[in-house]
């Protein structure tokens, strides 16, 4: 037994091994009582390490023995001062704690029993818990249930990144090129409006730059195509390039102005032929008329006879 400053540490020799002090031994005066608090040993243990932002994390802390009562402070000292994240209720040498608060970065999580009428105070070994990035999912859809437009038509194309809480940018890409300027997200949605696009097909891409809590992401696997068809509205023909269509309709008009020419001239030839089979008619009718006056000349002639 060795004495320090009024307090006894009681050792076990067993085998001529000296163990580790089982109690602590209070003198109360030369014939007073002995209080003996038995050491306890406390651990901390993670349920998911390392973990993600904003997903619970259970800490698990067991004390020992099972036999002591009381509360388990659960504290994180890896900050200055150190941050107390709240307690447990020991059960059969148990006491959990659940937070989904921590930030991103490393943690340094220790396990404090406070200790009860027999037991005395014990702390645990830190644990590192860490804490990553979330990895997000974009997701690419068509603003437009139309899968044909005509050249020059506008078409939007809408991306979502969950959760809605992330921030930072989302550029587009069409097939496989950036295509314009980075559109800042807005309540987990980005969107793209063009007309630009000539005719084909295209996989449109949208990639997620990421922020301070959530890592970047690309939806390459969830690429929308859609096709675009290019119609020319003037004539109503369709035509497969945007370029070129000025020399098109150039040619469509002359085109026009040749059938509406030789329209004009087919109804020129009708209206002649018309006032030719009109004189053939007042010709006709005027010999009629003389051939009826001789004979009635003749009938005359005779009558006088």
Known sequence: MKKILGISLVWILLSGSILAPIGFLTAFGTNGGLTIN??????????????????SVTFTATV????????????DTSTSPPTTLGTGAISSGHATFTTSSLSIGSHNIVAKYLGDTNNAVSTSAPLTQTVNQVSTTATISLGSSAISIVFGQSVTFTATVLPSTA?????????????GSPVALSGGHATFTTSSLPAGTYDITAS???????????????STTTTITI????TGQVSTQGAGNDDDDTDNDKKDQKNSDDRGGQQDDQKSQENNNSQDNDGNSQNNGNSHQNQNNKNKGHKDD
């Open 208 to 222: 997620y730059s990421g922020d301070a809590n959530f890592s970047p992401n690309n939806s390459n696997s969830l």
């Open 38 to 55: 038995q050491i306890i040993t406390t651990t901390v243990s993670s349920s998911q390490n390392p973990s993600t932002l904003g997903r």
């Open 64 to 75: 020992t023995p099972s036999s002591a009562t009381g509360n388990v402070q659960f504290n």
């Open 167 to 179: 921030t930072g940018n989302v550029q587009l890409l069409v097939n496989g090129a950036t295509f």
């Open 231 to 234: 119609t020319n509205i003037n």
